[in-house]
């Protein structure tokens, strides 16, 4: 079946400009989740959400991350004002549901902020 | 705040060996680790999920051991090939109720197998 979707698969944009990022989840997933891999940082958890619940935003890095899902599927992470320090490969993961249920991957959006 | 270390941090073996990839982890709260692979510019590729109350688990060539109390995680690859060169990951979940808590990852094993 489908895996996790996610796109653009790059995006390269000006320092200053704001970008959406987009994930479709594996159908019947409940969970999803975001993370951010830096070079040399490895991967962070910037967000979850499980169903329809208000997602906790406390793993986000700062007040111009934000994250929405709608209808409990598709989710979408914005990022206002764009830094260079954003530049990162965006990964997109989702799960049955939460805690014990393995994770799958998309394969990402590479985000370049010039 | 839990911190996942991954050692070593690059191994290059020749084809035919067999290996271990050693994970170790701060706080043993946890729910599950799960072990990934990586290739250069790709996503990740779920290997193994090992459950808290498990002690290991087996696909392929793949055996992925769980010793929650000393808060270590092995991989071990038998009979090494060269299309398993790649970045390999280790990922737990904590037990924390309520809060962000994600997977947290280590830094990765970046594993080259010589033809």
């Known amino acids: 079946g489908a895996g996790v979707s996610q796109s653009p698969s790059n995006k390269v944009t000006e320092k200053g400009k704001d970008v959406e990022l987009r994930c479709d989840p594996i159908?019947?997933?409940?969970?999803l989740y975001w993370y951010r891999q830096s070079l040399g940082q490895g991967l962070e958890f910037l967000i979850y959400?499980?169903?329809?619940?208000?997602?906790?935003k406390s793993g986000l890095p700062s007040d111009r991350f934000s994250a929405e899902r709608t209808g409990g599927s598709v989710s979408t992470l914005t990022i206002q004002r764009t830094q260079q320090e954003d530049s990162a490969v965006y990964l997109c993961?989702?799960?049955?549901?939460?805690?014990?249920?393995?994770?799958?991957f998309g394969p990402g959006t590479r985000l370049t902020v010039t | 705040k839990q911190e996942v270390t991954q050692i070593p941090a690059a191994l290059s073996v020749p084809e035919g060996e067999n290996l271990v990839l050693n994970c170790s982890f701060t706080?043993?709260?946890?729910?599950?680790l799960q072990w990934f692979r990586q290739d250069p510019g790709k996503g990740l590729t779920s290997l193994l999920l090992?459950?808290?109350?498990?002690r290991e688990q087996t696909s392929g060539r793949l055996n992925a051991s769980l010793d929650k109390s000393s808060g270590r995680s092995t991989l071990y690859i038998a009979a090494s090939q060269p299309g398993d060169s790649a970045t390999y990951l280790c990922?737990?979940?904590?037990?924390?109720?309520?809060?962000?808590?994600?997977?947290?990852f280590g830094k990765g094993t970046h594993l080259i197998i010589q033809p």
């Open positions: 990922a737990v979940r904590l037990l924390s109720g309520g809060g962000a808590d994600g997977l947290t």
């Open positions: 706080d043993s709260a946890i729910y599950n």
């Open positions: 159908s019947g997933h409940t969970a």
């Open positions: 090992i459950q808290s109350s498990q």
């Open positions: 959400f499980q169903g329809n619940s208000a997602p906790d």
């Open positions: 993961a989702s799960s049955l549901a939460y805690s014990s249920y393995e994770q799958y």
